[in-house]
């Protein structure tokens, strides 16, 4: 050790032990150091009492502070009586802060039990009920905010709502495009392979249409479009919580409702069904391509076959179905950005709550829609 380091010496008396610190005891010094306490640790001592000496310490900075908590900690686990002296004035309060902070708790694994299990179920079904406590809340504060936004048009934030719109609707097109336009070749695909052993063809144009306008297109998108803008809603209001900016927006008596969600719901009402629309005309492109290419449909044939094949019915149920789920998705992503407390784990778990609720109730509803049209012949 190079002279004028930290020293830690031993002396032992009977049933007591004495260690004398001196030196400087800084993160300067801290291979020394490390390896001064862990040769005291490492003595397995059946010492009844232990005294600390550290006032002849030159200097002492937090992490010496804490090497010599860590070494009380493991001395008063042998079972030992513990005292530190010659503890300066200047450095006590060092001591005493480092002294405060707690060991991790160790995760103990609890075995399982049937009041566990359902101690879970309980917990789960609370946490079903306050989601839904929670989106009905929501839903009555947007309708509110909706209503003084029509009674007074000059707070309608129209340069918000661009604003948002460019971020779910146009820097989407690419993806949604891509992924549609895909998801069509697909179907069509593994629709002729299947078909052509009856040598129906002709009829993958019947369920392409039929599948890409009532349910695929709206579905997929609406996905995506939780997965993507769903996420970063619920992204964004979290960090302003987590700033404290919603608030300062209550302070300055701004409604964070109207402010910051109204313009957001209302963006993805109307880009979502404009997706929609892309995405079903990408679908059908996707699989009229490999129709053609793959299963010889010429394009006029493909064309004449999907006119007779759908109505506008398949439209409408499939553009009516966009908006209602645009609003869940909005609604959703909100809700668990309200939720966001202060920490960045706090962050990650509702956004990704977020995009799992979203998807769900975004499934859910598309199997409602599918049974009320039924029920009415659509």
């Not at 160790?106 to 306050?130: H, N, Y």
């Not at 690419?174 to 336009?181: D, G, K, S």
């Not at 297109?217 to 803008?229: D, K, P």
């Amino acid at each position: 050790m190079a002279s004028g380091g930290p020293t830690l010496e031993r002396m032992t008396q009977g049933d007591a032990l004495a260690l004398y610190a001196s030196g400087p005891w800084t993160a300067q010094y801290a291979p020394d150091l490390e390896r001064l306490v862990g040769e005291v640790e490492q003595l397995n001592s059946r010492s009844k009492r232990v005294l600390i000496d550290v006032s002849k310490i030159a200097r002492l900075d937090t992490f010496g502070a804490w090497l010599i908590e860590r070494l009380s900690r493991s001395l008063i686990t042998t079972g030992a009586e513990l005292r530190i002296a010659g503890l300066s004035p200047n450095y006590a309060t060092l001591v005493d802060e480092v002294r405060r902070v707690k060991e991790a708790p160790q995760v103990q694994r609890e075995p399982f039990t049937i009041r566990g299990m359902l101690e879970k179920v309980g917990r789960s079904v609370a946490e079903i009920g306050d989601t839904f406590i929670g989106i009905i809340d929501m839903v009555g504060a947007l309708l509110m905010a909706l209503w003084v936004v029509i009674r007074q048009p000059s707070r309608f934030r129209f340069t918000s709502i661009v604003h948002h719109m460019e971020q779910v609707c146009w820097r989407a097109v690419p993806i949604i495009v891509l992924i549609t336009f895909l998801i069509g070749c697909i179907i069509s695909q593994q629709g002729l392979f299947h078909f052509r052993r009856f040598g129906a063809d002709v009829f993958v144009v019947d369920m392409l249409g039929v599948l890409v306008l009532r349910e695929i297109g709206v579905l997929l998108v609406a996905i995506m479009v939780a997965g993507r803008s769903g996420s970063a809603y619920t992204a964004e209001l979290g960090s302003m919580k987590m700033r404290e900016e919603i608030d300062a927006l209550r302070t300055m008596g701004f409604d964070a409702i109207e402010v910051l969600i109204l313009p957001r719901i209302i963006a993805l009402v109307i880009g979502l069904p404009a997706l929609t629309f892309l995405g079903m005309m990408a679908a059908l492109y996707g699989g009229g391509l490999v129709a053609w290419l793959y299963g010889g449909v010429e394009p006029e044939a493909f064309l004449l076959r999907l006119r007779d094949a759908i109505s506008i019915d398949h439209f409408v149920v499939g553009m009516i179905k966009a908006p209602f789920m645009a609003i869940v998705i909005g609604i959703v992503a909100c809700v668990e950005g309200m939720l966001v407390r202060g920490s960045a784990e706090s962050l990650g778990q509702h956004t990704t709550a977020s995009v799992v609720k979203g998807i769900f109730f975004v499934i859910v509803m598309d199997g409602i829609f599918a049974i009320f049209f039924a029920s009415i012949g659509k």
